[in-house]
């Protein structure tokens, strides 16, 4: 059997990296990663676009980050194969309502509740608590100040239900305005 330290310093660092994510049943930051491996963030930084770039080369793999911690994904396109392999029933819709309050959200997080019913101009309790249940926002701390009103962002589940790899995937605000939000609305101070 392999002494685990001869084990750790005869891999590449891409292949801990990645055992460590597929194994995970969570995504996981730099630094949990560095701990584990015994590296530096920077070196699990440098493994990790190296992994995702290797994976972009028509692999079936991605690379996911959602706020600074990741996990290993299947690519978005792969989606349809996906759910008929698993024999999924296709992703239910969301209303326009729900749409609206995720877009705000996920543009402006994180961001309270009441902050998102003055940019949409109506209350949005029940599209909250739609968006909690369905797994695609999350509560990710407290405001200072009055009451201590609960910040929201989104969760690694709204990356996968628009397929995007990260954040910064989101589309432009061009496109919003295409569906009536317009950027004034979202960046609103």
Do not use: C, W
């Not at 902050?115 to 101009?121: L, M, P, S, T």
């Not at 969760?155 to 919003?176: A, I, Y």
Request: hydrophobic share 35%; charged share 25%; glycine share 6%.
């Amino acid at each position: 059997m392999t002494d685990f330290n001869e084990l750790l310093n005869s891999t590449s660092l891409e292949v801990l990296v990645e055992t460590v994510l597929f194994v995970s049943p969570s995504a996981l930051s730099t630094s949990q990663l560095a701990n584990l491996l015994d590296k530096k963030p920077k070196e699990i930084e440098l493994a990790l676009t190296n992994l995702d770039n290797y994976y972009k080369q028509g692999r079936g793999l991605r690379i996911q980050n959602n706020h600074g911690k990741y996990q290993i994904t299947t690519s978005p396109e792969f989606s349809p194969l996906i759910q008929s392999v698993l024999g999924l029933e296709e992703v239910a819709t969301l209303s326009q309502a729900a749409l609206e309050a995720l877009s705000i959200i996920a543009y402006r997080q994180p961001i309270t509740r009441p902050e998102v019913d003055e940019i949409r101009g109506v209350n949005s309790d029940g599209v909250i608590k739609n968006l909690l249940n369905k797994g695609l926002i999350q509560e990710v701390g407290r405001e200072d100040g009055v009451g201590r009103p609960i910040l929201y962002g989104t969760t690694s589940e709204f990356l996968q239900h628009f397929g995007l790899l990260s954040l910064e995937d989101l589309p432009k605000f061009e496109m919003l305005q295409q569906n009536n939000l317009t950027e004034k609305k979202i960046l609103k101070d």
